[in-house]
């Protein structure tokens, strides 16, 4: 048990539609850090965000945004959704930016058809 | 950038059997991080180690930052040791981002 909260656990999906995907991070912890993970990788970061402002981004494209609001809550949105974009979607949370200590959410599965 | 490598891919043991798990890195670090996924998907941090030996139960990890290498050892394994293990490193690029390896899928068999 992490204390870090994804949801929905599943999304199904169309190509084209938009998503949004949800993290509650541990209480006190200002850092929230997203990841891909494709069947059978790693994860794969795609940003990080420091009270509430972007502290940093992977090889993503801008159709992936992100929110990070004060109540410790946050957000993942990807646009235009296409086929490659079928993946397990983790955040995690820390107390610093950076590559502090991570705790991890249970993820969410997105399927894109 | 930095390459991280993990061995060996796969491993199948029996329960009880002990195992070790490697993760080259290809530059300077300045901390490494092991993980757990389970079979579910949940990701937990076992050991944040930039150098030296931690222990956690059953589990213990060395970093050996000199020789670019890091092992996990895992003794008396139990079924719920199943899983997948990543270790990750910080990129040389930025302070934010993990780099992490392909990982090493481990299966105990009852």
């Known amino acids: 048990e992490t204390g870090v909260t994804q949801s929905p656990t599943h999304l199904i999906k169309t190509r084209g539609q938009q998503v949004t995907l949800r993290c509650s991070s541990q209480s006190g912890h200002n850092t929230v850090s997203w990841y891909q993970q494709a069947l059978g990788q790693g994860p794969q970061f795609i940003f990080q965000?420091?009270?509430?402002?972007?502290?940093g981004r992977g090889n993503f494209p801008p159709r992936f945004s992100g929110l990070q609001f004060p109540n410790y809550s946050s957000e993942l949105n990807v646009n235009a959704l296409e086929l490659d974009d079928s993946a397990l979607y983790l955040c995690?949370?820390?107390?610093?930016?950076?590559?502090?200590?991570?705790?991890f959410g249970p993820g969410t599965r997105l399927t894109v058809l | 950038g930095i390459q991280v490598e993990q061995s060996p891919p796969d491993l199948i043991l029996q329960e009880g059997a002990n195992s070790t798990l490697r993760c080259n890195f290809s530059?300077?670090?300045?901390?490494l991080q092991w993980f757990h996924q389970n079979p579910w998907g949940q990701l937990i941090n076992l050991f944040y180690i930039p150098s030296g030996t931690k222990q956690n139960g059953r589990l213990s990890a060395t970093t050996v930052a000199t020789e670019r290498y890091s092992l996990l050892y895992i003794s008396s394994s139990q079924t719920t040791d199943s899983g997948v293990y990543f270790c990750?490193?910080?990129?040389?690029?930025?302070?934010?981002?993990?780099?992490w390896g392909a990982g090493t899928k481990l299966i105990i068999k009852p």
């Open positions: 990750a490193v910080p990129s040389m690029d930025s302070n934010y981002q993990l780099i």
């Open positions: 530059d300077s670090v300045n901390n």
């Open positions: 995690a949370s820390s107390l610093d930016r950076g590559t502090d200590t991570q705790y």
């Open positions: 965000y420091y009270r509430e402002e972007e502290n």
